[in-house]
């Protein structure tokens, strides 16, 4: 097994305990927010319940993205991905509007202050949702997986989102009378927060969509590792696109031009390796050999 499949092996292995952490958390917040007649905590339930299409759709993502090249999809299908990614941020937006908007609703009406079962379900939802954030901002981080590092978010924003319907909720159970709609307005701060992280995650798979170069430090290390092969006599330009888990990149070099076609081609296809070889999140590198700009008489 390549070190590209082991590591989409990993993001679909986290991808999964998410999606059935999830699947956990929204059955019994649902549940017990009913029972205890919480909005907040049923808000958060339909959160997680968002969150179980979510994974399902980063889970589909990375198994897509693993598939090798073909005459189709000549740069592979990593990008199947990032689209995972931005479908998750549309869910995301989606599933907060939906909840501010019935958490809206449900203020003014009378109902009994939510018991000690609802703040206990929203603790156990922090506490679950803080170790799957962790471990997918970790992965997501080591394996570039934009996918992995938008429901990393998810999870962040749920902490928030069930912080805010904790609070709410202990304000309603200490004192019915003056703050019970307060686990109302708890519910309409959790879409908010839903909406907020949902946008964010659209912005930075489209980013990826639209080819926005990597960041100046990945840059920096092609220039550094190609600069340092043998017959390089410059840079004049590179580019890179992001697919899946990895970069493609397009790179002209300079080669001294009394050099003969084969000699600047051996030259390139050596920076090729040197750069496959040293930089495990570079996928493939077209290299352009032009002539280096002759200087003095």
């Not at 017990?32 to 339909?46: E, K, W």
């Not at 908007?101 to 003014?108: F, K, W």
């Not at 939802?125 to 170790?131: D, F």
């Not at 992965?139 to 998810?154: E, H, P, T, Y």
Request: with cysteine; glycine share 10%.
């Amino acid at each position: 097994m390549t070190p590209v499949d082991e590591s989409y092996r990993t993001a679909r292995r986290v991808a999964l305990a998410s999606l059935a952490v999830s699947g956990v958390l929204a059955c019994s917040n649902i549940l017990i927010g009913f029972l205890a007649h919480s909005t907040s905590v049923v808000a958060t339930g339909f959160e997680f319940a968002g969150d179980v299409l979510a994974s399902g759709v980063v889970l589909i993502g990375i198994r897509v993205a693993a598939r090798p090249a073909d005459d189709d999809h000549p740069y592979g299908h990593g990008r199947f991905e990032t689209l995972s990614a931005f479908v998750v941020g549309v869910i995301l937006a989606a599933a907060g509007v939906m909840i501010s908007y019935q958490s809206l609703q449900a203020i003014g009406a009378r109902h009994a202050p939510p018991g000690v079962s609802a703040a206990i379900a929203l603790l156990g939802a922090i506490v679950l949702r803080s170790i799957m954030s962790t471990i997918k901002f970790r992965v997501g981080r080591r394996l570039r997986s934009s996918a992995l590092m938008a429901d990393a978010w998810n999870d962040a924003v749920d902490i928030l989102s069930a912080l805010a319907a904790l609070t709410a909720v202990g304000l309603a159970t200490y004192d019915p009378t003056r703050f019970l709609a307060a686990d109302h307005y708890g519910g309409f701060v959790v879409g908010i927060v839903v909406v907020i992280t949902g946008i964010r995650v659209v912005r930075d798979a489209s980013f990826e969509l639209v080819d926005t170069m990597p960041p100046p430090v990945l840059t920096d290390e092609i220039l550094q590792v190609a600069g340092s092969v043998a017959g390089v006599q410059g840079i004049d330009k590179v580019f890179a696109r992001k697919t899946g888990l990895r970069y493609h990149i397009d790179l002209h070099i300079e080669v001294d031009p009394a050099l003969t076609v084969a000699a600047s081609h051996a030259i390139g296809g050596h920076v090729r390796a040197t750069l496959k070889g040293e930089l495990p999140w570079v996928a493939d590198v077209l290299v352009h050999v032009e002539p280096a700009s002759r200087t003095g008489p």
